[in-house]
């Protein structure tokens, strides 16, 4: 067949045209089954949207996300492979009217969504740091830690959460800023009249009056982290349980009459340790005698109860070294997290109630004289034996061996640190969120105080005592159940599974799994 100069000249600009597509789609972001990533959050915004969605927004590619996509792709006569490319994620903005860079939403109306990149944005965490909904970093980027923090505010002012801080959300916030400033010059020109200066203490202040804060509500056991000054999210969480322990406004803001109280507590602290000290000798032997007597094993011990059968339990529970806080009879927050740990411990239920087998355990163990092992020891010794125990071994194959609501041990083995996740499920990899507010504090240690999907290797122990190697990052995103663990979303947690496995999941999958192999080789250098 003879080629003449026309076609010659279609088929170079056929060949052309198909050069600049193969380039293009090379360059291109693609998003596949076990992805996360922000942008995630926006193509399941716009699918929801378009009524082809009903999951809730993650930032996670799941099997939802994946047969959404499909969905849409065969309304829309693309490729229905159900990998969100190029191709995909431009017509599903445009049928959803979304843009990647909005416009400020103050000056055009244009309403900021995940995604979103701009000086609006800035202003938006800005302001709801200042309200106390937002901890992340004022990055002008609308990612999940904005939207879950605009759907809180939503939520706390009867709009309609859906994360997309539109006209309505954004005059809320103006109206609460500007309440939030005369409240703030209201209390401030409250006296104390014990002291004669402001009583208020709030979110985002830094001062020695909260370092004084801070360290009374450590001796009272509501507040474990360290005393530093400044009025965050753990201070926050202590003040709100404080006042909800004893009947105020729970705000989690420190006024005169939350200040007044905690005083008087102190106050009632100290004379009780004062008569303790001046009756030691004529009580010694009746001490003595309740530190030996058993726990009573007919009793159920539960948040809430109060009485010299909890102070006994709390006592014992310090010996052993899962209580930190003060014996006081109180079966509050910190002896809840503390049942909790020693039923993790030693592989029971744990539910944080203390029945029949947690207080006979409890009874055992203090009887022999049997502690908790020290986390943080980096003795060698140690580590190799932690070490030997490892397992590599593929996800698919145990992964059922555990229930959704169960406990586990994270140990970072390069910090000798280690905290609690409690598992919400198990697909291509665990979905666990931190147990509690301090578990949540270590990790982030652990994190360097970086928040990051960058993968850790970590070991992993389960409540039958058995430890895989696997890898797990800090970042929250939606959904989450636990609401009193200072950690509004979960994190990730995977394990070994054949790297052509994880290559066909997507690239954050096999991120993972590099990281495993490489921890794995890691680990066996310390077995030996």
């Known amino acids: 067949m003879k080629i003449n100069a026309s076609m010659k000249k279609a088929i170079m600009l056929a060949l052309a045209a198909l050069m600049i597509c193969v380039c293009a789609l090379a360059s291109a972001q693609s998003y596949s089954l076990g992805d996360e990533a922000d942008e995630i959050a926006t193509i399941q915004t716009a699918l929801k949207q378009l009524k082809l969605y009903t999951g809730e927004i993650t930032g996670h590619f799941g099997a939802k996300t994946e047969a959404a996509v499909m969905a849409f792709q065969k309304k829309y006569a693309l490729t229905d492979d159900g990998i969100a490319g190029e191709a995909t994620i431009k017509a599903l ?51 999940s830690l904005t939207e879950a923090a605009v759907m809180a505010f939503q939520k706390a002012n009867s709009l309609s959460a859906d994360g997309i801080a539109g006209a309505k959300t954004l005059a809320k916030v103006a109206t609460a800023l500007s309440r939030n400033d005369n409240k703030q010059e209201e209390d401030n020109n409250k006296q104390d009249p014990d002291n004669g200066s402001s009583s208020l203490l ?225 697909d ?32 992993v122990t389960f409540s039958d005592g058995k430890t895989y190697i696997g890898s797990t990052h800090n970042v929250p995103h939606t959904p989450y159940h636990l609401k009193d663990n200072n950690f509004d979303g979960h994190l990730c947690v995977h394990f070994p599974i054949p790297m052509e496995t994880a290559q066909k999941i997507g690239p954050y999958a096999t991120s993972h799994q590099e990281a495993i192999n490489e921890g794995w080789e890691a680990t066996k250098k310390l077995q030996y």
């Open 202 to 426: 709030k979110y985002g202040m830094k001062s020695e009056a909260v370092r004084t804060l801070q360290q009374n509500l450590k001796t009272l056991g509501y507040y474990s982290g360290s005393v530093t000054g400044n009025f965050g999210r753990l201070t926050k969480e202590a003040v709100y349980t404080f006042q909800k322990a004893n009947g105020l406004s729970a705000d989690g803001i420190a006024g005169a009459k939350t200040l007044t109280k905690i005083s008087s507590k102190l106050s009632g602290n100290n004379n009780q340790n004062d008569n303790q000290n001046d009756n030691k000798n004529d009580n010694q032997n009746n001490n003595q005698d309740n530190n030996t007597n058993k726990l009573d094993t007919s009793r159920t011990l539960m948040l809430g109860t109060k009485d010299d059968e909890v102070r006994k339990m709390q006592r014992m529970l310090t010996t052993l070294g899962y209580y930190s806080g003060n014996v006081t009879g109180n079966f509050g927050e910190k002896t809840r997290d503390a049942v909790i740990g020693y039923q993790k411990a030693k592989g029971l239920y744990a539910d944080g109630i203390a029945g029949k087998k947690t207080l006979a355990a409890i009874n055992s163990d203090y009887e022999r004289g049997i502690g908790r092992e020290d986390k943080d020891d980096d003795n060698g010794g140690n580590l190799t034996d932690k070490a030997g125990k490892v397992l590599y071994a593929n996800f698919y194959s145990w992964r059922r061996n555990y229930d959704n609501g169960e406990y586990c041990e994270v140990y970072d083995f390069k910090s000798g640190l280690s905290w609690t996740l409690r598992i919400m499920t198990k």
């Open 93 to 143: 903005y445009e049928a959803a009217d979304i843009t990647a860079d909005s416009a400020s939403a103050a000056s055009s109306g244009t309403a900021l969504r995940h995604g979103s990149r701009s000086e609006a944005v800035r202003q938006l965490q800005q302001d709801l740091k200042t309200l106390g909904y937002y901890n992340g970093t004022v990055s002008g980027h609308y990612g």
């Open 428 to 459: 291509a990899h665990m979905d666990a969120e931190p147990a509690t507010a301090e578990d949540t504090a270590v990790m982030n240690r652990a994190f360097g105080g970086e928040v990051t999907w960058t993968p850790k290797v970590v070991w």
